[in-house]
């Protein structure tokens, strides 16, 4: 069991290694020392052989596949067997600023915890929400979405439902766990924007909803994702999300804020202030009130 966690991450360190030197130009040097004593010439052979070799891989690994790129986002943001350990389930709190059409600001805080499933279809998750004026929570469980306001259950409005679970299914978990998800990968290509060097990647779920990812082939970040959606009696609207002030918790990566645009205009922003991965959650809180 051990030996099964602990070789996606070798894997991992020694193909980022590699991808590291074919991106800076730096080779990668690999020595040993001579434990048997053998001869200068032998081991000038065998140091030869090491760069051979390297200098080899380097140029392999400057074109990756879809694959790859997803796996080294993985390794980066805590390997696949640290995120289904960790982030199995967890509290976050946080900020939420929205933009309304007529120039004014809603300020909302927000708790939000959640059970990982088998995959996300299956996740548990409760979004607490608490305004001047009113406080609700969403509750995703069973495939199902509700809300609850007083204790009471009801159903949310059609465009806060899809909000929801937009951010639920047009995310950064969705690529890193995609394989879990049945999704498909495609590379799109390289791209440069404003002197950064990216990735872009097509993620395809089993309902086929796609999220165009924009990864920094230098730190392996998910700097921005972009889709869209349908809108009733118009054009589809274009959706994209821009993650930054990205931040180590509990040896996961975690980008602190999101902003949210709309058809080019920024519609929310999300600042998170605390998050908490590990923590027992009571799965009372995801059961609707009149089940």
């Known amino acids: 069991m051990l030996r099964s966690l602990l070789a996606p991450l070798v894997f991992g360190a020694i193909l980022l290694a590699g991808i590291w030197s074919a991106l800076t130009g730096s080779p990668t040097v690999a020595t040993q020392n001579n434990q048997n004593n053998q001869s200068n010439t032998a081991a000038s052979n065998q140091n030869t052989r090491k760069r051979e070799k390297n200098e080899k891989i380097d140029r392999n690994q400057k074109a990756l596949t879809a694959e790859q790129i997803s796996e080294l986002t993985v390794l980066v943001y805590g390997s696949r067997p640290v995120l289904a ?33 088998e995959s996300a279809d299956k996740d548990k998750i409760r979004l607490d929400q608490k305004m001047p004026t009113m406080e609700y929570s969403l509750i995703f469980g069973e495939g199902r979405l509700w809300g609850v306001i007083n204790g009471a259950a009801f159903t949310p409005r059609q465009d806060a439902a899809d909000a929801f679970l937009s951010q639920h299914h047009h995310s950064i978990e969705s690529l ?51 889709y869209d959606e349908a809108n009733p009696g118009a054009a589809r609207l274009k959706y994209s999300k821009r993650f930054s002030d990205y931040r180590y918790a509990q040896s996961t990566l975690v980008p602190y804020r999101t902003i949210l645009m709309e058809d080019g205009k920024q519609t929310q922003e999300t600042r998170i202030l605390t998050v908490t991965f590990g923590v027992k959650v009571d799965d009372t809180l995801f059961k609707n009130p009149q089940a």
Do not use: M, P
């Open 85 to 117: 350990q960790i982030r199995r389930n967890g509290v976050e709190r946080g900020r939420i600023t929205r933009f309304t059409t007529d120039g004014k600001t809603e300020q909302a805080t927000y708790e939000r915890r959640f059970i990982r499933g």
């Open 176 to 226: 890193l766990r995609y394989k879990e998800n049945g999704a498909t990968i495609n590379l799109v290509g390289k791209d440069k924007q404003k002197g950064l060097d990216l990735y872009v990647l097509d993620l395809t779920d089993k309902d086929k909803r796609t999220t165009r990812y924009y990864i920094s082939a230098r730190t392996f970040h998910v700097l921005w994702l972009e």
